[in-house]
T-cell receptor
Framework: TQLLEQSPQFLSIQEGENLTVYCNSS?????LQWYRQEPGEGPVLLVT?????EVKKLKRLTFQFGDARKDSSLHITAAQPGDTGLYLCAGELWVVYGGSQGNLIFGKGTKLSVKP | DSGVTQTPKHLITATGQRVTLRCSPR?????VYWYQQSLDQGLQFLIQ???????AKGNILERFSAQQFPDLHSELNLSSLELGDSALYFC?????????????FGPGTRLTVT
């Protein structure tokens, strides 16, 4: 069972459309990060959210962390071909005792294709 | 460019062999993390070092080991290689320990075991 479930797994849309990618879990996370990965390259950090209910905007990308810190969403407005890639969410599990260690749990990703 | 370097970029070897992957973290970063990415499992955390000491272990096989040196670079050693070890291996670094010290990933080493 995947600790972080991402949906959809694949998304193919036309340029100019809006889309939302979801990242869900039954576990609480102390922080959650979104990455974008190109084929054959390492993931590139887009944003980190740490507070329940937090909303962060990065140009046409809007990230939201759920109030209970168990889920997150990424919304892209007016998608462009340059947005094509694998979008990964990654969470750091909340550990009551001992503090967090920083190692991330990754979802399997959403492969986005934006056609001109 | 994340500032994290990994060598080699590609590695092809035979089953039963041993290889060493190398990672240099971003300047000033004390934490190094190793991840394995395969098509069916996605990105899996292997092990973390902080300032030379092992801090956390994930799904790392006993055939695999790692260390972080005084200059903070890290090496991941994979031995008795099997076909299933073929994957992309990523190193990431961060300033501190906690997750909100953001992790920056290197370009990865693609390991192919034949």
């Amino acid at each position: 069972t995947q600790l972080l479930e991402q949906s959809p797994q694949f998304l193919s849309i036309q340029e100019g459309e809006n889309l939302t990618v979801y990242c869900n879990s039954s576990s609480v996370f102390s922080s959650l990060q979104w990455y974008r990965q190109e084929p054959g390259e390492g993931p590139v950090l887009l944003v980190t959210v740490v507070t329940g209910g937090e909303v962060k905007k990065l140009k046409r990308l809007t990230f939201q962390f759920g109030d209970a810190r168990k889920d997150s969403s990424l919304h892209i407005t007016a998608a462009q071909p340059g947005d094509t890639g694998l979008y990964l969410c990654a969470g750091e599990l909340w550990v009551v005792y001992g503090g967090s260690q920083g190692n991330l749990i990754f979802g399997k990703g959403t492969k986005l294709s934006v056609k001109p | 460019d994340s500032g994290v370097t990994q060598t080699p970029k590609h590695l092809i070897t035979a089953t039963g062999q041993r290889v060493t992957l190398r990672c240099s973290p971003r300047s000033g970063d004390l934490s190094v993390y190793w991840y394995q990415q395969s098509l069916d499992q996605g990105l899996q955390f292997l092990i973390q070092y902080y300032n030379g000491e092992e801090r956390a272990k994930g799904n790392i096989l006993e055939r695999f080991s790692a260390q972080q040196f005084p200059d903070l670079h890290s090496e991941l050693n994979l031995s008795s290689l099997e076909l299933g070890d073929s994957a992309l291996y990523f190193c990431a670094s961060s300033t501190g320990l906690a997750g909100f010290y953001e992790q920056y990933f290197g370009p990865g080493t693609r390991l192919t075991v034949t």
